[in-house]
């Protein structure tokens, strides 16, 4: 059984917050082209970057989950040898 498996739960939970993450910063940078004034917002873009590296981290190490090499499936043959 993989990793993933064994800990389903917290990998859904990770897939969750790369998605509210994503979708924070798009919200962000909607804003940030929208925003009407003399500044441009430009907290609006710092925070729209901030969320897609937070998104890309996250997404970074559920894929890391995905990929690791599970230790109880490995099968180990011995052999008794000549005396």
């Known amino acids: 059984m ?8 917290n990998v859904i939970g990770s897939i969750i917050g790369v ?6 910063g798009v919200w962000q940078f909607y ?3 929208n ?3 003399s500044h441009g917002g ?3 873009l710092w ?3 901030a969320m897609a590296l937070l998104a890309c ?3 970074f190490l559920v894929f890391l989950v995905f990929v690791r090499h599970d230790t109880d499936d490995d099968l180990h043959i011995t052999s008794t040898g000549r005396v």
Request: proline share 0%.
């Open 42 to 44: 430009n907290s609006h």
């Open 19 to 24: 998605v509210v993450a994503a979708a924070l």
């Open 2 to 9: 993989s990793y993933a498996r064994k800990n389903l739960t």
């Open 47 to 49: 925070w729209a970057i």
């Open 57 to 59: 981290g996250v997404a």
């Open 35 to 37: 925003f009407e004034g």
């Open 31 to 33: 804003l940030f082209v």
